[in-house]
C-alpha cells in the first residue's frame, strides 16, 4: 500500500472525510504524526523489518566559509590529509576564490579522495562514494594568510544502512539512525564477526582499544548508534550489517511511496493511530474510553505476532549461548 492510502483510510476510519483540514477534526499533519509513532511502535515492539541489502549511503559532508578581500588559501586538510593542489591566491571576490578552491580539491588527488562544490562563500567537502559513517567526526582544517579567514565544521552525516567501511586504526563506526539492532556482522570475504561485549573484552582482552589486527569481534553500543570492532582494522575492508531497523520513510502529507510494512500489519497502525486521535484535547475528539478501545487493540495484535515469531523460531528451545572468547 501506499503511505496517502494508509492516511486516506485512517481518515475513513475515524469518519472525518470533510473537504479541507480547516473543516476536519484531525489535520493530515496529525494524522501522519499519529501513524508514524505507530510504525515506530511497531517495529520496536516485535522487530518487524529485517534488512541486509539496503545500502542507502548518505556521504557525510564538511564546509569552510571564506571571508576577507585579500591573501590566500594555503592548505586545506581533512583528518589531516591535504585535499588541495597547492595554495589558492584571492581572485577578485570571496564568491570567486570559494569557486576556485572548490575546483583545487576536486582537482587534487588524495588518500581517501574528495570532492566539493561552493555556494557563494561556503565550500562543502563531500568524501567518495563507499564511505558511509567512516569520516564523521574527521576534522576540516583550514589555514590562511595575508587577510582571508576561513571557518570550517567538521565531517558529519555520513551513514549508510547495512554497510560499513572500516579504515585501518579505526575501532568505532556510527550506525545509521534507523537501526534498532544489528544481529550478524560479515567482512565481503571472510566469516561473520563473533558479538561480544564491553564487559567481555575488559576482563578477557585488557588494553582491547588500542588493538590492531583482522576484526574477529564486534559489539553495539545503541545508546551511542556506534559499532565497535575487534581488534580495530589494519586494513581497509566493507562490513555488510543484518539489522532490524525503522521504515526508511516517514508518513507526510505528500508522501506517496510504498510502505515497507506488510498490508496485512497496516491495521495495526490505523488502531495506534485511532488510539492516538482520540486522546486529542478538544471537545469533538477527546473519547478516553474509543482511544482505550483502538489501544487495546493494537497491543492484543502485538501479543498476538509475538507468540507467532516465538513459534516460528522454535522458542520452545532451549539454545545454549555463545561465548566471544574462549
Keep these: 500500500m501506499k503511505h496517502s492510502d494508509v492516511l486516506a483510510e485512517t481518515r475513513t476510519f ?15 499533519a496529525e494524522l501522519a504524526e499519529y501513524l508514524n509513532d505507530a510504525m515506530g511502535q511497531l517495529c520496536r515492539s516485535v522487530r518487524m523489518l ?24 594555503d592548505s586545506l586538510k581533512v583528518d589531516g ?10 581572485n577578485g571576490s570571496i ?21 566539493a562544490t561552493s555556494n557563494g562563500a561556503v565550500v562543502t567537502v563531500k568524501p567518495v562514494a563507499g564511505t558511509g559513517s567512516t569520516p564523521n567526526g ?12 576561513a571557518t570550517s565544521t567538521d565531517m558529519s552525516g555520513g551513514s549508510a544502512v547495512t554497510e560499513v567501511y572500516l579504515v585501518p586504526g579505526k575501532g568505532a563506526y556510527g550506525l545509521h539512525n534507523k537501526i534498532l539492532s544489528v ?20 576482563d578477557k582482552r585488557p588494553g582491547w582499544e588500542a588493538a590492531t589486527g583482522n576484526p574477529t569481534h564486534y559489539f553495539v553500543d545503541m545508546d551511542e548508534m556506534v559499532l565497535r570492532i575487534y ?18 520513510v516517514r508518513f507526510a502529507t505528500g508522501v506517496n511511496s510504498d510502505m515497507e510494512l506488510k498490508d496485512e500489519h497496516i491495521s495495526m497502525l490505523k488502531d495506534w493511530a485511532c488510539s492516538r486521535a482520540y486522546l486529542k484535547n478538544d471537545a469533538e475528539t477527546l473519547r478516553p474510553d474509543k482511544s ?35
Excluded at 57 to 70: C, D, K, P, Q, Y
Excluded at 185 to 196: A, G, M, Y
Excluded at 233 to 246: D, G, I, S
Design 292 to 326: 482505550s478501545y483502538f489501544a487495546n487493540l493494537f497491543n492484543a495484535a502485538i501479543e498476538k505476532l509475538k507468540r507467532e515469531r516465538l513459534l516460528n523460531s522454535g522458542g520452545n528451545k532451549h539454545v545454549r549461548p555463545v561465548r566471544g572468547f574462549m
Design 14 to 28: 475515524l469518519d472525518d472525510n470533510a473537504n479541507g483540514d480547516s473543516n476536519r477534526l484531525w489535520s493530515d
Design 231 to 248: 581488534p580495530a582494522p589494519a586494513e581497509a575492508e566493507t562490513l555488510k550489517l543484518t539489522v532490524y531497523r525503522l521504515p526508511l
Design 50 to 73: 529485517k534488512d541486509s541489502t539496503t545500502v542507502q549511503e548518505v556521504l557525510a559532508t564538511g564546509t569552510i566559509t571564506l571571508s576577507g578581500a585579500a591573501g590566500q588559501m
Design 81 to 90: 590529509v591535504d585535499v588541495l593542489t597547492g595554495p589558492l591566491a584571492f
Design 95 to 115: 564568491n570567486q576564490t570559494a569557486s576556485d578552491v572548490a575546483t583545487g580539491i576536486n582537482d587534487a588527488t588524495s588518500s581517501p579522495n574528495y570532492t
Design 138 to 149: 574527521f576534522r576540516v582544517v583550514a589555514s590562511t594568510s595575508g587577510g582571508i579567514t
Design 183 to 202: 544481529e550478524r556482522v560479515k567482512p565481503l570475504s571472510r566469516n561473520p564477526l563473533v558479538k561480544t561485549s564491553i564487559q567481555e573484552l575488559d
